[in-house]
């Protein structure tokens, strides 16, 4: 069967150290993935795209790899901050549709 | 220039009612998805639509639920004889392109409905 998998525990760690969250798929073959940020009561806000071809994206602190051979995205925050706290979902496109499929998210909260 | 509006935030209904989620893309936008998210778990797509047309509808119940984008004026998510499980956040989204093209989507801040 098909499956987005993100680490559904928390992930908690101290101000300034870098926070690495992981997307697992099974049965997708993405053309492209994408991660947002969500925090309580607000709708995902979108963050990076990163394509099949491509194995690394940044954006300031952001970075985020695509290997499509172990079928996993890594997601890094570096530096992190408390304003970073937040829900990171990641999403893959359903092949050939204009569908987008989410993970369930990981919470991170960064401490001072 | 505004960002996707719903409304309302939050809507409460009785079951057996209808709840109508009204969703208003960002300007320039014709491409609308709505997104149904349960407590403690991700985003489940439902429907995707442009003006006038819906064009995947593979994610949404097939009865009770109706969708529409008309030509004039803001999507409409309809639920018909809303029951307890119907309560979640609603989220809508609009792109310029559809998503193939790797266009960006935006979310509005969803409607929380809740049945008693």
Known sequence: SQKIEQNSEALNIQEGKTATLTCNYTNYSPAYLQWYRQDPGRGPVFLLLIRENE?????????????????????????????????????????????????????????? | NAGVMQNPRHLVRRRGQEARLRCSPMKGHSHVYWYRQLPEEGLKFMVYLQKENIIDESGMPKE??????????????????VVRGDSAAYFCASSRLGLRTTDTQYFGPGTRLTVL
């Open chain 1, 55 to 112: 194995k690394e994206k940044r954006k300031e602190r952001l970075k985020v790899t695509f290997d499509t051979t172990l079928k996993q995205s890594l997601f890094h925050i570096t530096a992190s901050q408390p304003a970073d706290s937040a829900t990171y979902l990641c999403a893959l496109d359903e092949g050939n549709t204009d569908k987008l499929i989410f993970g369930t998210g990981t919470r991170l909260q960064v401490f001072p």
């Open chain 2, 64 to 81: 009770r639920f109706s969708a529409e984008f008309p030509k004039e004026g803001p999507s409409i998510l309809r639920i018909q004889q």
